[in-house]
């Protein structure tokens, strides 16, 4: 069954047990690749986990930026008509998610050493080459996140966003360990830029 208490991460977590199998992929796979880029780079690059968490930290600032959109997106999506049905609605929501995350990816590619500076209180510094991959990383969070959890989840279709989360992790991990041990905190940023 359905019902106001079935989500979990904003995941829907009801219905039958393939429809709870994706839910939980999708929320284990999501903030497990989250935290592993600051893990792995302690590890391999001890030095460059300050650069690499005041970069996260910017990320994060940026993501929670669009979740009013999101919010309104997951209950606008679903509520379809003759005039304006779902497929209509679905189209809008992914234009506009690239409306927003195409600016503020570019916000924080090339605004972020400017804010990180001001996080920092001048102690830490952002090289530019992480937060262009750091906005590359956000611009293709915010549209993966609307086209997710506004339009997939609209459509029931809970299988494609766990494949896709699984997917996501199983290419950027193995390039997280690849990219860090050379370059670092650009190397880890670049990692969940590709996947």
Known sequence: PRGPGCTWGGVS?????KTRLSAGITVVTDPSFASLPTLVTAALAPASVPVYALGERLVRFALMSITPFLQWAQGWVPKSSPERPQTWRIRWATRASYWLAV??????AFLGPFAGHLMSAGVVELPLAL???????????????????????????????????????????PLLFILVSSPGSTGAAISPALS
């Open 13 to 17: 977590a009801c219905g039958g047990g």
């Open 131 to 173: 937060t262009i991959a750091l906005g590359v990383a956000v611009t293709t969070s915010t549209v993966s996140r609307a086209v997710g959890m506004a339009c997939l989840l609209a459509l029931g279709d809970d299988r494609s966003l766990a494949l896709s989360a699984g997917l996501g992790a199983v290419v950027g991990n």
């Open 103 to 108: 600016p503020l990816g570019l916000v924080v």
